[in-house]
């Protein structure tokens, strides 16, 4: 696109991007980043945040200094019931790339930000809403307009699955003939809002490895998250109980490979889970294993869901920086699936079964390391020196060639 050139937008459907024609009629899409407020300064910007009120919301302007841009932030942290306004230079590198408050580098400024959406790293809280002075998309564009809005009276419900961590979980019928997985959310254990913000960008995540969104209901209580259904469970049960025969070290082998390929798809994506754990897998029908709740730990309401407390918190799969610090990054992420893979190969033992969590926290802090089963692993307690699941991929794929 060239400044002062004239375009005809054909489509909106899409939040993020648009369909356009040029004047030689030549189709084109355009990223519309609803975030960035030309020729806004810095106290209409804290105006037009404080008018919105919302913990996280922010918007990218023109910096005072020309060419240069800022991310103004909202937030009401350390029980600030007023809120107040931050603001962060989008610094570049000498290669023109660029960073915000810790050198997390990106090539572009809406990687940048899409990557601050789900950390904060190094700012007062991540980049949960955008708040902007424009003209909005369409409202048929989005969560909750009809796009990816699910109509209840579409869903038939055959059989309850269990009772998670978030309510109850059913089997059912999507239009009367698509299986899906549909989890009924319990009124006051998710911050709602937050959650159906992110949705639209889980909606996004496809992967074989990775348990499909298919939408959501929100005009009613309780919501419902619609998703794909594995007939085989959640793997910790599937190890304990599916298996028909002793596993071979191929088939488990296999197990940890599907999960570190769809882990890799969303390390890629720079998308944290958070909670990563043999019960947070699936196992459809041909024993292929998918990754399934990633990223929804960011919206328990419950101050159990903590480090220092109750059982909730994913004690026995947190590295050190995450029990001491409540440091997640895709490095705490490796160290969840060393823990997961521990549970393959003990065939969904509990890690550190004679230990309660405060003892795991003090222990693990200080050197504790589960044993290692019949397959040797190493996790290291820096995260520099953990490798990422796109190097672990290789290897996992290396490992299965040499045991075929």
């Not at 897998?281 to 109750?310: I, Q, W």
């Amino acid at each position: 696109m060239k400044k002062d050139e004239e375009y005809t937008v054909l489509e909106m459907s899409d939040p993020n991007w648009w369909k356009a024609r040029d004047k030689f009629g030549i189709l084109i899409l355009v990223h519309f980043c609803s975030w960035y407020c030309k020729n806004m300064n810095r106290s209409q910007a804290e105006a037009l945040l404080k008018s919105e009120n919302k913990d996280g919301g922010f918007l990218v302007r023109d910096s005072s200094k020309a060419g240069k841009y800022t991310v103004s932030l909202f937030t009401k942290g350390g029980g600030d019931t007023i809120g107040s306004c931050k603001h962060y230079n989008i610094c570049t590198t000498a290669q023109g790339q660029f960073y915000l408050a810790e050198k997390h580098i990106f090539s572009t400024i809406p990687d940048l930000i899409f990557y601050h959406q789900h950390n904060a790293a190094g700012m007062v809280c991540r980049l949960k809403y955008i708040v902007s002075n424009q003209t909005r998309p369409p409202s048929t564009a989005g969560l909750g307009y009809g796009v990816w809005e699910i109509d209840p009276h579409y869903l038939t419900f055959i059989k309850e699955l269990g009772n998670g961590q978030f309510g109850v979980v059913k089997y059912g019928k999507l239009r009367g003939q698509h299986e899906v997985a549909i989890k009924m959310i319990k009124e006051g254990s998710m911050s709602e809002e937050d959650f159906i913000e992110e949705a639209k960008i889980m909606m996004k995540l496809r992967h074989e490895n990775l348990v499909q969104l298919y939408g959501v209901c929100t005009k009613q209580r309780p919501i419902y998250i619609v998703t794909e259904y594995l007939c085989n469970g959640c793997l910790l049960t599937y190890l304990k109980e599916g298996l028909t025969q002793h596993p071979t070290m191929v088939q488990l082998l296999e197990m940890c490979k599907d999960v570190t390929e769809g882990m890799a798809y969303l390390e890629s994506k720079q998308y944290i889970h958070r909670d990563l754990a043999a019960r947070n897998c699936l196992v459809d029908s041909n024993g292929t294993v998918k990754v399934t709740d990633f990223g929804l730990s960011r919206y328990v309401l419950d101050d159990e869901y903590l480090p220092s407390a109750g059982s909730k918190f994913p004690v026995r799969w947190s590295p050190p920086e995450v029990l001491l610090y409540d440091k997640f990054s895709s490095k705490s992420d490796i160290w969840a699936y060393g823990v997961l893979m521990w549970e393959v190969y003990t065939l969904g033992r509990l890690p550190y079964e004679r230990l309660n969590n405060t003892e795991i926290v003090h222990q693990v802090s200080r050197g504790l390391r589960l044993y290692r089963p019949s397959w040797p692993m190493k996790r290291s307690t820096k995260p520099d020196e953990r490798p990422t699941f796109q190097k672990l991929s290789v290897t996992v794929q290396d490992l299965l060639y040499e045991l075929q």
